[in-house]
């Protein structure tokens, strides 16, 4: 049962323009997203939060809306760069702390 | 402060050895993780620490896998003895209870191969 899905293995998208990356869960009980980047040979790194007590954060280029309703959550990405390619997860967590489950990722290439 | 650390950076063994991964967190941190990354099945988290102390193991495949995590700078996790299908890219994380938990900073993970 996968409660964090990304459908969308793969993303192209120009320099510039905006990358939208999209997950989606099922688990009522997530209040805690996270969005997390991942280049090849390394970690996955830390990107962005949101809680469920808000719809939208920001973080320079970086924007996470969070829709609770549809359970749905999105990372837009304004204006992509060629450094941005790389593999996206998101995770959702309940807000007692406890594990993280990550979506399946979603590969995105910029264009220059 | 240098990140999280794992060693070593692959490990290819036979079939039927014992493996050992290691992991230093960040210091200061108290939340550990051990994740697992496969093509099937993505990053799924194996077992986490506080305070040294395993709190959730639900996702360790089975016996064959150990891990400790004697003090609050060094864990091991064991696989005993090694299968093909264990190998995969392992990742140790780490994060800090005071930022909420939420945040984890992983190390840049052990290839593992089994053969």
């Known amino acids: 049962d996968q409660q964090v899905k990304q459908n969308s293995p793969s993303l192209s998208v120009q320099e510039g323009r905006i990358s939208i990356l999209n997950c989606d869960y099922t688990?009522?009980?997530?209040?805690?997203f996270l969005w997390y980047k991942k280049y090849p040979a390394e970690g996955p790194t830390f990107l962005i939060s949101?809680?469920?007590?808000?719809d939208k954060n920001e973080d320079g280029r970086f924007t996470v809306f969070l829709n609770k309703s549809a359970k749905h959550l999105s990372l837009h990405i304004v204006p992509s760069q060629p450094g941005d390619s790389a593999v996206y997860f998101c995770?959702?967590?309940?807000?007692?702390?406890?594990?993280?489950?990550f979506g399946q990722g979603t590969i995105l290439t910029v264009h220059p | 402060d240098a990140g999280v650390i794992q060693s070593p950076r692959h490990e290819v063994t036979e079939m039927g050895q014992e493996v050992t991964l290691r992991c230093k967190p960040i210091?200061?941190?108290?939340?550990l993780f051990w994740y697992r990354q496969t093509m099937m099945r993505g990053l799924e988290l194996l077992i986490y620490?506080?305070?040294?102390?395993?709190?959730?193991d639900s996702g360790m495949p089975e016996d064959r896998f150990s891990a400790k995590m004697p003090n609050a700078s060094f864990s091991t996790l064991k696989i005993q003895p090694s299968e093909p299908r264990d190998s995969a890219v392992y990742f140790c994380?780490?994060?800090?209870?005071?930022?909420?938990?939420?945040?984890?900073?992983f190390g840049p993970g052990t290839r593992l191969t089994v053969t």
């Open positions: 688990n009522s009980m997530f209040d805690y």
């Open positions: 995770a959702a967590s309940p807000l007692s702390y406890g594990k993280l489950t």
């Open positions: 949101i809680s469920s007590i808000k």
């Open positions: 210091s200061g941190h108290d939340y």
């Open positions: 994380a780490s994060s800090f209870s005071g930022r909420g938990a939420y945040e984890q900073y």
């Open positions: 620490f506080n305070n040294n102390v395993p709190i959730d």
